[in-house]
């Protein structure tokens, strides 16, 4: 039998540019004129070096979501997207619609791209509110141009109490636009929002009712393939009967849940590693600074402390769920405190 490597996910963001200046973006959400960081391409190259050391030494093969900002708009872009060619190493695109055309789309995906993520954050209103005016019709006519390339369209929502009632006409939306994936995650509160404005138990009837929406399409045999993203799908599949926990699952294994210190690391245009770009105050170190592989045995450790999840660490489906610590050190400055969107008790 032929052993695959494991991916490791690095997050890279090459650079803070951007045409839009989103209301819940974490890069200006509390300073709009913020000064932005662009990666060179000697530091890319720098970058990619520390990356494969890493899972050489893990033996892991790299997966890069590369973004910004709009990672296109960085000077060096194609540079970076030739150097991971050579190196046959895959990659996606987390970024904005406005610069795509039928030749960047080729290019891309010549260049090693599998797919290509937009963001779709409400119906044309509510989406351009969070964004800018027009960008919804831009987005939604961008997905056919990637999927025309060869590349996999894909978009993700960000679900707060400003858009919950919507997420159900945003996936027949994005199913009519021809959308390889749709999935939704929650917004992570900055440390000027303390709420993401959602009970519990009001997200529970989102998850049941897109449920049951995604079942239907999923009978009509729909090309789109719908991501449980969130960790609380895990929950909900367990209440409901469709995830049991495995007989033979050993004692202090992790198996599903957050990524982060398990599989993933964020590294921003400065440098600057992170356990998660949505924790504040997770910064391990320097990609320019310090050895990847030395970072994550040593200060991503604290992220790994199961035991201290104060609700978690008491329920069954520790090892798969934990729902997202993100959310939760965002309400309230704690990693391991209750996830506030959480309605198991424990």
């Known amino acids: ?80 997207a030739e150097l991971l060619k050579s190196r046959s190493i895959p990659f996606a695109i987390l970024g904005n619609p406005f610069h795509l055309t039928e030749d960047v789309c080729r290019r891309l995906k010549e260049s090693g791209c599998l797919k290509y993520q937009l963001s779709v954050d409400g119906m ?10 027009g960008s919804f019709d831009i987005t939604m006519d961008k997905i056919s141009l990637i999927k025309k390339a060869g590349m996999k369209a894909v978009v993700m929502t960000t679900v707060s109490g400003t858009n919950i009632d919507e997420i159900p006409d945003i996936t027949d939306a994005v199913v009519e636009a021809g959308a390889d994936v749709f999935a939704f995650a929650r917004y992570c509160p900055t440390s ?19 449920d049951r929406k995604f079942k239907e399409y999923e009978k009509k045999d729909c090309k789109t393939y719908f991501s449980r993203k969130d960790h609380l799908w895990t929950l909900f599949r367990y209440e409901t009967g469709e995830f049991t926990i495995p007989e033979a699952a050993a004692k202090g294994v992790i198996y599903d849940g957050c990524n ?32 990847l592989a030395d970072i994550w045995v040593c200060e991503a450790e604290e992220f790994r402390n199961y035991d201290k999840f104060i609700k978690c ?34």
């Open 124 to 133: 044309r209103k509510t989406h351009d509110w969070f964004r800018k005016s």
């Open 260 to 291: 982060c210190g398990n599989c993933h690391l964020t590294i921003l245009p400065n440098g600057d590693v992170m356990a998660c770009r949505r924790v504040n105050g997770s910064i391990l170190g320097s990609v320019f600074e310090n050895r």
């Open 192 to 210: 000027s929002e303390k709420s993401v404005n959602i009970d519990p138990l009001r997200y529970r009837r989102l998850l049941a009712e897109c």
């Open 1 to 80: 039998m032929i052993h695959m490597k494991e991916y490791f996910a690095f997050q890279w963001h090459i650079t803070d540019e951007c045409d839009q200046r989103c209301k819940h973006c974490y890069i200006f959400s509390e300073n709009t004129d913020k000064k932005t960081d662009n990666m060179t391409y000697g530091q890319m190259k720098e970058v990619l070096a520390n990356c494969e050391d890493f899972c050489i030494m893990y033996d892991r093969l790299p997966y890069f979501y590369i973004t910004g900002g709009d990672p296109l708009l960085n000077p060096d872009f194609w540079r970076l």
């Open 313 to 346: 660490s008491k329920c069954e489906l520790l090892a798969w769920c934990r729902g997202c610590p993100a959310v939760a050190a965002g309400a309230g400055g704690d990693f391991y405190a209750p996830d506030p969107q959480c309605w198991k008790e424990v």
